[in-house]
């Protein structure tokens, strides 16, 4: 059984849901980002999803286009973001990791060869936002070859044809996009995505995250409430940004996020 499966099946059957952070590769530096992931888990996350930083993340609001831009001019590329997840492996082989990115660098590096990478240093899933299961005929069965979970994205319109192409593609778990438009815009309606949470799982078995507007403790206990998983992004990376001065402050100030997101989360189960 992958990490990703291990995982959901674990919660599901203590009645908890998953907390998903996102943050960009090599923000606002290279050696900044290995000791985060570690703290995350620390702090309870369960799967993390790491940015792949690119130069036109068309998906992504300025506070993620913005930590793309830091890590850019750091030097991050794909082949060095394979080589943070080989040396988070080496003091954690359980916690799942997604990379989350745009198709563009993965075509540089060649489908098969990229697949191979990833599958070497521990990658446990990919979720590609700017390539649809239309298009996924090739890329798809490669990562699922060596074990790796394609995943997904699905939107507040997507159609009942759509949802069954991403169910029967994706694998892991399918990551839910609560809002229209980009990353940290907008406010999240709760009552919204609780119906259309409930016709994906009409069609599915595979658990559903929820990202795109993801604030706070209050908002990760509402989506619990609702979904498998809770992802949280640009109220991470603004953490960051808003102490990037100080980067002892800026992990702090993530962890406590964090730590109060997984405590409003448990509590939502025990209540």
């Not at 059984?1 to 599901?12: D, E, G, I, K, V």
């Not at 609780?194 to 559903?208: F, N, R, S």
Request: proline residues 6%.
């Amino acid at each position: 059984m992958s990490r990703l499966a291990q995982t959901f099946q674990n919660l599901s059957a203590s009645g908890r849901q998953a907390l998903i952070p996102f943050v960009t590769s090599g923000d606002p530096t290279p050696e900044f980002t290995v000791p985060l992931l570690h703290a995350m888990v620390a702090a309870g996350v369960d799967v993390i999803e790491l940015g792949v930083p690119f130069s036109d993340p068309m998906a992504d609001g300025p506070v993620i286009q913005k930590a793309s831009e830091r890590a850019i001019e750091q030097g991050m590329n794909l082949t060095r973001v394979l080589s943070m997840v080989a040396e988070f492996r080496k003091d954690d082989n359980a916690t799942p990791i997604v990379l989350m990115g745009y198709l563009n660098p993965i075509e540089f590096m060649g489908y098969e060869d990229f697949a191979q990478a990833a599958a070497r240093v521990g990658v446990d899933g990919v979720l590609t936002v700017d390539m649809p299961p239309e298009e996924a005929e090739e890329y798809a069965p490669l990562l699922k070859a060596v074990g790796i979970d394609p995943i997904f994205l699905l939107a507040p319109n997507s159609t009942e044809e759509r949802i069954k192409k991403m169910a029967a593609k994706g694998s892991g778990y399918i990551y839910y996009v609560s809002l229209k438009g980009v990353t940290g815009a907008g406010h999240l309606n709760t009552d919204d995505v609780k119906e259309k949470v409930a016709e994906i799982k009409q069609y599915t078995d595979l658990p559903i995250a929820v990202g795109f507007g993801v604030k706070d403790a209050g908002y990760a206990r509402s989506v619990a409430r609702i979904a498998d998983g809770v992802v949280v992004g640009s109220a991470i990376i603004n953490k960051i940004q808003e102490n990037i001065d100080d980067l002892s402050m800026a992990k702090q100030e993530v962890i406590t996020l964090l730590s109060a997101m997984r405590q409003a989360m448990d509590n939502e189960v025990n209540d």
